[in-house]
């Protein structure tokens, strides 16, 4: 796909709209910005890369859309990218803890508990991993 328009580049000064809305809204336990912001190598590609936790998600659909529109509208581009940590697959959620800025933490107990399972689950899922590709490589199958 071809990418029309940019983010702003000094979209970091709306961060702290974006951390007010992610502190008001009681659906969500904590935030993070991850990718090339948080890196801070953005680039014409860029986009604006949010994942947040859920204290529910049984009404998903709905919630994701009413977090992704206000995060439009503090951030005045549809370039968003917004991760629910809740069901997001075990690699990516790693790629993010690994990789990340936290923008919300209401509750701090349970971010740590929900980085150190993730974590532990990935490296023991990774090295799993690695033996079944290895032993595939080694029969040729």
Do not use: C
Not at 72 to 97: F, G, H, K, Q
Request: charge should be negative; proline fraction near 5%; charged fraction near 30%.
């Amino acid at each position: 796909m071809i990418k029309v328009d940019t983010i702003r580049e000094d979209i970091h000064k709306l961060l702290p709209e974006i951390r007010s809305y992610l502190e008001s809204n009681p659906k969500i336990l904590f935030a993070y910005l991850f990718g090339s912001l948080a890196q801070r190598k953005q680039t014409p590609l860029s986009d604006v890369d949010i994942a947040v936790y859920l204290s529910d998600t049984s009404s998903l659909p709905e919630d994701k859309l009413e977090i992704v529109g206000h995060f439009i509208n503090i951030l005045e581009t549809d370039e968003i990218d917004l991760v629910i940590l809740n069901t997001a697959p075990l690699p990516l959620a790693a790629r993010i803890i690994e990789n990340k800025i936290i923008l919300a933490d209401k509750q701090p107990f349970l971010r740590h508990n929900f980085e150190s399972l993730t974590l532990r689950k990935y490296f023991d899922f990774s090295i799993k991993e690695w033996e079944i590709l290895k032993r595939r490589y080694l029969i040729g199958r």
